[in-house]
């Protein structure tokens, strides 16, 4: 096992946080007071690091790094440090997709499974030749909340992608029905490209995106010759986090410089850079950045999310996990790609782009974090009232399952032969009912840590289905519980008895 170590003191970081690419003065003094803010955050919030890159008419205005990389090696950051994206690797991995569009060898409106192998969606609720290639890339597939980690100095693997898929690739919502954001869709895109293209996902991104694109300092995962470039990913307690991988690495396990991010954000913006080859048509670009109509509290296009925000169009895309907070913004009308990367969890990169749009951009507040209210207190409805039976579905086997949704608004769940659990946080709205409670699915995969199991049941006549995910328990402070475990989604059916 790989021994967890202490980072250094914080001695000697004002050398640090000027550490930044070299540019006019004038170009980084509007940015004079975001830089300020950044070096106050990152000394108050104990924090290693972040990268900032901003572009503006298809040119970089400004770009810099704040603090280390990597504390044990004494590493600066700077504006060509890698950093681990965490979820922006999903529109970097879509603008690979649609590469295979633009060729004609796959079409977003085909079923996915008519590019998968051995293993195939299967659909617990409508038919899955309506989860298209497009539906998995805008998280309406029916697909569940899912994660899946793998450290270093642990003894677990990842399966195979058809094993995975044979495991979890259930739709637990018809395609189209809702919206559910899913990295398991997103190993299924990976998995595609694999696929059709017949290179490895990492082979045909650095092949055919990376490099054309002058994303020099870009991989999947850290890619050979960028190891002592790469910023280490650290911990709420600030401790080093052993290297992790997914069995989805097309949502999750891309590395990028804030530098080749923004070259990546021109892409987008059409701004047509001398030194990139126009690998898709800027008809696909617009097509990646439109949101398909669906329900659900996203805007989501082939990879991005979209909004309005003050009046402006923004498209975006987070990214967050253990060691990781990153934020790329686009605004095409304004022609601003604004990126800022973090190598521990934290809200400093969103602020930080808050700040930076607010800086440019008329319009923008900066508006205060309002305080969570608690949801009303659960009733139970006459739709609910009563006991429910039914199966949770595991890729191993069947567990019974009972709901008992009390008149005084409690509700109790019995899962196989384990105690009664009380459901916490439950509630109905929509016709969904969501809640929570311990107890054990039992397969190898959830046994690994402790978890409790997130209901998420659509009311159907007289049945509740849906997701039954098993999620990590909070544990007492420490490296091992700050580690990010799975999510995975099982279907789960009931009837009222």
């Known amino acids: 096992m790989t021994r967890s170590i202490r980072t250094l003191p914080l001695l000697g970081l004002g050398l640090l946080l000027s550490a930044w690419t070299a540019l006019p003065v004038a170009a980084a003094d509007k940015f004079e007071p975001v830089r ?9 919030q104990s924090l290693p690091s972040i990268a900032v890159a901003v572009a503006k008419d298809g040119k970089i205005v400004w770009e810099e790094g704040f603090g280390w990389a990597d504390r044990e090696r004494q590493l600066p950051a700077d504006a060509h440090t890698p950093y681990s994206l965490a979820s922006i690797s999903k529109p970097i991995t879509t603008t690979g997709l649609m590469l295979l569009v633009q060729d004609g060898k796959v079409d977003l409106d085909r079923p996915a499974n008519d590019y998968l192998g051995a293993a195939k969606l299967t659909a617990r609720v409508g038919d899955a030749n309506q989860a298209t290639v497009r539906r998995v890339a805008n998280h309406t597939a029916g697909l569940p909340l ?26 637990l919502t018809a395609p189209g029905e809702r919206y559910q954001y899913s990295n398991l869709g997103y190993g299924v895109l990976d998995y595609i490209i694999e696929r059709v293209s017949g290179k490895s996902y990492a082979e045909f991104m650095r092949k055919d995106v990376f490099l054309p694109l002058g994303m020099t300092r870009t991989s999947v995962d850290i890619g050979p010759g960028l190891e002592t470039y790469a910023a280490a990913r650290y911990d709420q307690e600030g401790l080093r986090i052993p290297f992790y991988d997914f069995d989805h ?14 070259r990546f954000g021109m892409f987008h913006l059409k701004n047509h850079l001398q030194d990139q080859k126009p690998i898709l048509s800027d008809a696909l670009i617009d097509q990646m950045h439109r949101p398909s109509p669906q329900d659900g509290a996203e805007a989501y296009g082939v990879g991005f999310m979209v909004e309005d925000r003050y009046g402006y169009r923004v498209v975006s895309h987070t990214g967050g996990m253990g060691g990781v907070s990153t934020v790329m913004r686009l605004l095409p009308e304004q022609n601003i790609a604004i990126v800022v990367l973090g190598n521990a969890q934290s809200l400093l990169p969103g602020d930080t782009a ?4 607010a800086s440019m951009l008329p319009k923008w507040k900066i508006e205060p974090r309002g305080e969570r209210s608690d949801p009303p207190a659960f009733v139970t409805s006459t739709e609910l009232a009563g006991s429910w039976a039914g199966t949770v579905h595991t890729y191993e086997r069947d567990l019974p399952i009972t709901l008992e949704f009390r008149a005084d608004g409690q509700v109790h769940a019995k899962l196989g032969d384990q105690m009664v659990a009380l459901v916490n946080d439950p509630q109905f709205k929509d016709g969904r009912f969501t809640g929570r409670f311990a107890g054990r699915i039992g397969t190898p995969d959830t046994d690994r840590y402790r978890n409790f199991i997130q209901l998420d049941l659509a009311l159907r006549g007289q049945k509740l289905n849906g997701a039954a995910t098993t999620m990590r328990a909070r544990g007492s402070q420490g490296f091992e519980e700050s580690r990010f475990r799975s999510t995975l989604g099982h279907w789960i059916e009931l009837e009222r008895k």
């Open 36 to 44: 300020e803010y950044i070096r106050d955050q990152l000394r108050e």
């Open 146 to 171: 899912y994660a899946q980690f793998f450290y270093e100095d642990e003894p677990y693997r990842r399966p195979s992608m058809d094993e995975t898929i044979r495991r979890y690739g259930n739709l």
């Open 249 to 262: 690495p097309g949502a999750s396990a891309i590395f990028a410089s804030a530098h080749d991010l923004a």
């Open 354 to 357: 808050n700040r930076i749009a």
